[in-house]
């Protein structure tokens, strides 16, 4: 199998909003945590080796953030 580590940087906009919603920015990571590990996983999965390898790299991620912004997309209703 093949392992693959992602991280995603989040900006809250909106502090107050964010808090109402979830008390605290502490539970945005572990909210965002199975978003960006969908589509990592259908990211990576569309790629050969070598296009995987390149993602590894650092090219190509532009589909992968416009594919995680989609899926995030419902989070900017608590402010991020």
Request: aromatic share 6%; no cysteine.
């Amino acid at each position: 199998p093949l392992v693959v580590d992602a991280y995603a940087a989040v900006r809250v906009v909106d502090p107050v909003r964010l808090y109402l919603a979830l008390g605290s920015a502490d539970h945005v990571p572990e909210l965002l945590r199975p978003v960006l590990a969908s589509v990592v996983q259908r990211e990576v999965g569309r790629r050969t080796f070598a296009g995987a390898m390149a993602l590894a790299r650092g090219e190509g991620l532009d589909p992968l953030r416009a594919a995680f912004d989609r899926e995030a997309a419902e989070f900017r209703r608590l402010a991020l």
